[in-house]
Every structure is written in C-alpha cells, then in structure tokens.
C-alpha cells in the first residue's frame, strides 16, 4: 500500500535529509517543498497520510500551517509532526494543543524519525480503512452498526497502548498481542500467537497471549514462544501455500484446513493473517476451543490485519534499525569491523587484558596490483584475504579493516618470544596459498604476499592506541621490523 508523506522545510539540505529519510520507509511516496505556499496549491484535492513541517518558515509557518490543514475536511484527522529546535519547548506544547499528532526535535535522530513516521503512518492507515468500513456500513442493519462499534473501541483501545510512554518495546508488542486476543471475542477463550516463517519449512512461535481463561489441554504443551511446528502441519502453512492473506473460520475442525495438530488442540474459532517484515513472513493467529459465538465478519478480519500492521512496522523498524548499526560499525566491503568500531572494541578489551598485543597486516604490493589488475580484482582480494585472516582468529580476538590494504587483530593474551612468533605465523599462513580474484568462473587467483608486524604492552606502549599506532608504522616501514609472509609476491595462476 503506497503511503504519501509531504514534507515543508525551507532549508534545502534539511529537506533532502528529511525526504531521504521517510523514503527509506516501505511504501512512502514523499513529497518535499521549500515553501509552505507550494506546499498549500500542491495538497489540495490530493491524497495525503502525513504531514511534516518545520516549526520555523516563512509565513505561513508551521503552527499556521497546522491550523489550514486542520480546516480542511479530508486532512481533519491526517498526523502531523512538527519539527522544533531544542530550545522550542513552548512551542512543542503550542502545537500540540493546535493539533499536531507528534514532533521531532532538531537535530533530528534517523531512528526516531523513521520510528515515529512508522507509527503514525500505521495508525493512520488503520484509521482510514476503518473510516472506509463504516462508510461502507453505514445502511448496514443494526448487527453491523455493533459490530462496527466494537470495532472502532478496539481500535481505541490499541490506540491507548501504542502511545503509553512507560512501556519498552517487547513490553508494548506483547501487550498489543494480548489486548487483541481478548478483543476477538470478549468473554470467550482465545490465544493468540505471532509466529516467524524459518527457512520456508517451520514455523516458530515468537510470542503468546492467552485471553479468558484459555489454558493448554493436557499433557499436551503449551504453545510456548520459542516452539518449533512443521509448516505443513500447520493451518498457517496451508495458507501461504496459497498467497497468504487473512483467512476466517467461525470452526476451522470442520473445514478442509484441519491438520493433526488443530485436532491435539482442540481448535474451532480460528482467523489469522500473514505479513512481511525485514524480508522475513510472519503470522498472526488467534484460536479459540469453541465455535465462535458470532460469525467472524469483515471488521474482524480489519482488525487483525490492524494488529498485523502495527508488528510488520515494528519488526521492519528493528530490521532497519539493525541494518543501520551494521552499516555504522562494519566496513561495507569485507564485513570486518571498521576502523572506528575496532578501536572502540579493542580500547574496551585492552582495559581487562593481561599482556595484549595488536597485529597490523598490510597486503604488500597492493596498489600497484589494484592498478595492474583493476579495482574489481582489488576488491576481490581483499574481501578473500579478510575472510583468510578472520578464520584464523580465536575466541576473544578482535579482526578489523583499518586501512585500504590493512588489517588488524587485538590479541588479548599472548606469551613473549616463540609464542608471539607462532601468532604471526598464524596469521601469515592465510597468505600461503594464492587467493581468488573474482572473475567469473572462479578460477583465476594470484598469490600475495603481506607485511606484518606487532606491538605489545607494556614494552612497546601502556595504552591501546599506542599499539595500534607503532604497529601500523611498523608494518609500512622499510626497515626490519616487520615479516613478509610468504616469498615475495608471485604472479597471477590458475586454479
């Protein structure tokens, strides 16, 4: 479902850091403007989700651009966030009271911003397909119109939730999971269980809610989190195999989707729906012991799929928060850590070690091969001579990317003389056969020789970065205090 975000800064390069940043959300179409008066002959007649706007514009400015928006029918109910400065915390106040839904505070956090546009665009969405329903249903008979009531105290209700401040992130999913399976069927037993698709062969139950006095019919377990089921025996299973969806049964044990493990447990009422989040599928399931009192209809399914979309955004929030920190730490070509991230971790170790000492590996003769062979095969010698190098490492050693063509490793402990000489040969042997070059078939290699060289406390320095930095000067010298490791250089082979 494609999402429309507009955007209004007058600063240039803050509008393209906001813009790039809402874009990064699945399904957000953004629209960005300088002005706040390009942004009012844009919106009109148009179809928006969200509102960003600067506190600080020329006229009009963001607290007058909240009350036009609000004036307007169709936005009467659209979030808008305001952006302030640190110091504007009146003016937070101001706007919230004029009716802004939410605000970031500059400088603005990446994680907050694609966190807070997430809930509000989620929210959002569910508000507009209920306003949709009871449209819809609005001739309906008088069953429909309860129905259609229910549903929107429901939706209420997880609005509540979702903006308590005191609770944590897994505190706030388990919560929303328990408050829905009480809200499938007030007063009739349900459990609801939120599950993760593994290896498109099982189906593992990531958390469970019971609702009414559900309880496990014994001996058999509970559907504890963190239990594995085949997928096939599965009604969720049966369902993907069909393209998934949000699926009904008012008594699933009397339906062709009744599998063994259904009928161990008793099922009758079920509905459950399917969703994808950081590239992995999820299901959503609530299941009662009982035939359902009142057929399962179209706001039940709406809700679930309400539920549903509130755990996708969350899971492909952590997704992407995940992936972010990943970027941040580790060098984008060889997935070690980066210069940055391992010295914050070696500085951290060295605190607690006894006799540590670091190894810097440069690739001898690097660039002029890079500029014989090309980057392509550059780049391809150094992700193998990275994957060489950590699969030489041992348990409480720390491997990084440090430079173009080198490499360090933070020994924790390591005894003087021979054994600091069985370390480096360790380490060289990754350089004893040649190493693959990318080409197509996976054939051509080239052997590479390296320079290495060591620095150890308390001898050669009383702090990490000490270390870090006679080793790296010891490993360009062109003196003898490094080792080449093995024969100098040799030509391109075939493997």
């Known amino acids: 479902m ?5 955007i209004v800064d007058d600063d240039d390069l803050t509008l393209k850091l906001f813009a790039g940043i809402a874009a990064e959300i699945p399904g957000v179409v953004v629209h960005p403007f ?18 960003v706007f600067d506190y600080n514009m020329p006229l009009p400015n963001g607290m007058q651009m909240i009350a036009l928006v609000r004036a307007l029918p169709e936005f009467a109910h659209v979030p808008i966030v305001i952006v302030t400065g640190a110091h504007e915390r009146e003016v937070r106040y101001q706007a919230l009271d004029a009716g802004a839904n939410d605000f ?24 507009k397909r209920l306003s949709l329903q009871i449209d819809s249903l609005s001739h309906s008979l008088l069953d429909s119109e309860e129905r259609s009531r229910e ?33 499938i069927r007030p007063g009739q037993s349900y459990r609801g269980m939120l599950g993760r698709v593994e290896n498109g062969t099982h189906l593992r139950i990531v958390s469970v809610a019971d609702a009414g006095g559900y309880e496990s019919p014994p ?11 085949l997928l096939s025996d599965t009604v969720a299973g049966q369902i993907l195999q069909q393209g998934g969806g949000t699926h009904a049964f008012d008594d699933i044990a009397a339906t062709e989707y009744v599998t063994d493990l259904v009928l161990s447990r008793a099922w009758h009422a079920t509905i459950l729906t399917s969703f994808t989040a950081g590239g992995e599928t999820y299901v959503l399931a609530f299941a ?8 399962f209809g179209p706001q039940d399914m709406a809700y679930v799929e309400v539920l549903a979309s509130f755990f996708a955004a969350h899971y492909q929030q952590r997704w992407q928060s995940a992936r972010l920190g990943h970027q941040l730490e580790h060098d984008s070509l060889t997935g070690l850590r980066n210069r940055s991230r391992f010295r914050s971790r070696g500085r951290a170790a ?23 062979h090309g980057h392509l095969t550059g780049d391809a010698l150094l992700v193998e001579a990275a994957a060489a190098l950590a699969t030489r490492t041992q348990d409480g050693e720390i491997i990084g990317r440090i430079g173009a063509n080198s490499f360090a490793i933070f020994l924790p402990t390591v005894e003087p003389n021979a054994a600091l000489d069985a370390h480096l040969a360790r380490f060289g042997s990754a350089f004893e056969d040649p ?11 080239v052997y590479v020789s390296a320079r290495i060289a060591v620095a150890q406390a308390p001898h050669d320095g009383a702090s990490f970065d000490e270390l870090l930095l006679l080793a790296e000067g010891r490993a360009r010298s062109t003196g003898s205090d490094y080792r080449i490791f093995p024969l100098p250089q040799r030509s391109v082979t075939q493997r």
């Open 104 to 127: 970031l505070q500059k400088p603005v956090d990446y994680r907050e911003m694609v966190a807070r546009l997430t809930t509000l665009l989620a929210l959002g969405s569910a508000q």
């Open 151 to 183: 549903h929107a105290e429901r939706l209420e209700a997880l609005w509540g939730i979702v903006n308590n401040p005191n609770l944590t992130d897994d505190e706030l999913m388990l919560a929303m999971l328990q408050r829905g399976t009480g809200a």
């Open 219 to 229: 001996p058999l377990p509970n559907e504890a989190a963190g239990t594995l089921f």
């Open 34 to 51: 300088l002005s706040s008066t390009a942004a009012i002959d844009w919106y009109h007649g148009k179809e928006v989700d969200c509102f």
């Open 288 to 295: 009662s012991r009982q035939a359902t009192a009142k057929s």
């Open 435 to 445: 190493l693959g070059i990318g080409d197509r078939d996976g054939k051509a290699s």
């Open 2 to 6: 494609t999402q429309h975000v507009v």
């Open 350 to 372: 060295f605190s607690t070690a006894d006799a540590p000492a670091i190894v810097v590996v440069n690739l001898a003769g690097f660039h002029a091969l890079n500029e014989t």
